[in-house]
């Protein structure tokens, strides 16, 4: 099916590390990219590919993928990571589409 | 530096259509596809489609067919979305995002590296 599937919310001590899911068929074939978004502001790409950060973006997020299943990793998470994530990835159309979101709360 | 800017909030009404521009600058326009993705108040990010701004050539998310058009102009760097019959529902913020490209490989990225500040569509009676 074409959809990609996250947690609607998920939660992390300040310090500690968190994964955000994302599920769906088309990523068994395709990488997923990953993008934070905060309030009154558009997206930002923190994670593309296999495992690639764009310049600026903090070595504590990192990317990874098995199966139908892509995931971020924000190991030592921080006070403003507290953000909305979206993962996104191409379909077998060539078309793409984002998961539902999931909004990280950063204890 | 390299930026999308878009035009400003718009109100229409029902069944009317809306057209918004985002200008790129920074860097070379024709080089890099552009999407349009959408998103509702309190809602998600939402995919509408893509424009060669090369060669004009789009492909439209499927949920749009029919009621989206992506335009570019070269001569001003500047690709348009209009979307027409417009309702309730279509209230929202609107997007440009850059496509990133390619790998050196030759394997597309598939990531949104650039976005536009977002332009806000009213669709109100």
């Known amino acids: 099916s074409s959809e990609l599937t996250q947690d609607p919310a998920v939660s992390v001590a300040l310090g500690q590390t968190v994964r955000i899911t994302c599920q769906g068929d088309?990523?068994?074939?395709?990488?997923a990219s990953w993008y934070q978004q905060k309030p009154g502001q558009a997206p930002v790409l923190v994670i593309y590919g296999k495992n690639n950060r764009p310049s600026g973006i903090p070595d504590r997020f990192s990317g990874s993928s098995s199966g139908n299943t892509a995931s971020l990793t924000i190991t030592g998470a921080q006070a403003e990571d507290e953000a909305d994530y979206y993962c996104n990835s191409r379909d077998s159309s060539g078309n793409h589409l984002f998961g539902g979101g999931t909004k990280l709360t950063v204890l | 530096q390299v930026q999308l800017v878009q035009s400003g909030a718009e109100v229409k009404k029902p069944g009317a259509s809306v057209k918004v521009s985002c200008k790129a600058s920074?860097?070379?326009?024709?080089?890099?596809?552009m999407h349009w993705v959408r998103q509702a108040p309190g809602q998600g990010l939402e995919w509408m489609g893509i424009?060669?701004?090369?060669?004009?050539?789009?492909s439209y998310a499927q949920k749009f067919q029919g009621r989206v058009t992506m335009t570019r102009d070269t001569s001003t760097s500047t690709v348009y979305m209009e979307l027409s019959s417009l309702r309730s529902e279509d209230t929202a913020v609107y997007y440009c995002a850059r496509d990133m490209g390619y790998y050196g490989s030759g394997r597309p990225t598939d990531a949104f590296d650039i976005w536009g500040q977002g332009t806000m569509v009213t669709v109100s009676s």
């Open positions: 920074g860097y070379t326009f024709t080089s890099y596809y």
């Open positions: 088309s990523l068994r074939s395709y990488y």
């Open positions: 424009i060669n701004p090369s060669g004009g050539s789009t």
